[in-house]
């Protein structure tokens, strides 16, 4: 059918058929924009690779082959388990710590996990221990964060890149931002899943969960975890984390720590079904208007997340949130208040429009 006879027999149709045909064509349009949850984002991210293999070890051990398969393990589950999964690397190449960061605040990810793997002069040492960002409460945490850091004076142009910032001076990472301190309990949560997995489940020795000073969690912009699977500088401990078996053991076992995240969290299956709208309708809260036009990551947002956009004439209104519940969007609009959008306010959508400002 042409375009031009197509016109007459649009006008032809009774009203009954119009509004059915213009409800599916916004439905296919506008509410799939407008009430789709995007899935569940995770970055992986395998340590070391390419020209740094690693923690030297007398047992030959390579850790970046190490974390690099558990990671492809970890990635390969989580994608069956319907989540999104991002990989700093899936191959032996090199990155910097800053490349690391950054794929994952793009990618504004909802989890961070960096996988590595422990060494230590005194070969007695083992188990597996799990870091978020903090401050370095002792040295032997700071030793950890110390090592892999690290890998900065590999880089080229790491003084300029890095800005004053030494690897090896225990002040050198300040205090937690805003950002940081917001996620810290999310990031001690599945720390602790982490730990306890391998604990119970693989009876492996549980050294913790502790906070220390590493560069690549310092600069991720949500809840973030530096596993540390065990150490391949004990001999017994080494030879374990080398095969296959533990690698698949290891990475099924974080797999499940981020189920029982999710869960714990409320982000499960009935996602979706909890954000059904009623009558169409769904309140966001305008937290910005600007002749600019910005992407929409959370970074841009102090940290705000399910962002969109509306254009109208010359301004990019920009929104945050998105939920039937009129309590929870005055939830959000405190919350976005807080985060310094004082002039925060609730606006109601129908079909994808906006008919209410509150
Ligand atoms: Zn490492």
New binding site residues.
Partial sequence: MSKVSSYPKYFNLTLTTKIILIYFVASCFIIPDVFSQEKFKIVIDA??GGKDP??PNPNGII?KNI?LNIALNLGRELKNDGNEVIYTRDKDVFLTLRQRAKIANEADADLFISI??NSFHDSRVYGSETFVYGLHVNKANFDVAL??NEVIFLEENFEKNYQGFDPKAPESLIGLTLMQEEYLDQSILLASFVQDNFAKKLNRKNRGVKQSGFWVLHNTYMPSVLIEAGFITNPKEGAYLNSSKAQKDISHNIFNAVKRYKTALGIGENYEVEYKPKDNIVYKVQIAASKRKLELKSYNFKGLKDLSVIKEGRLYRYFSGNSFDYNKILDHKKKAVSKGYRKSFVVKFKNGKIVDVQ
């Fill in positions: 340590g070391h690693g923690r850790e974390v590595h793997c090592k892999e």
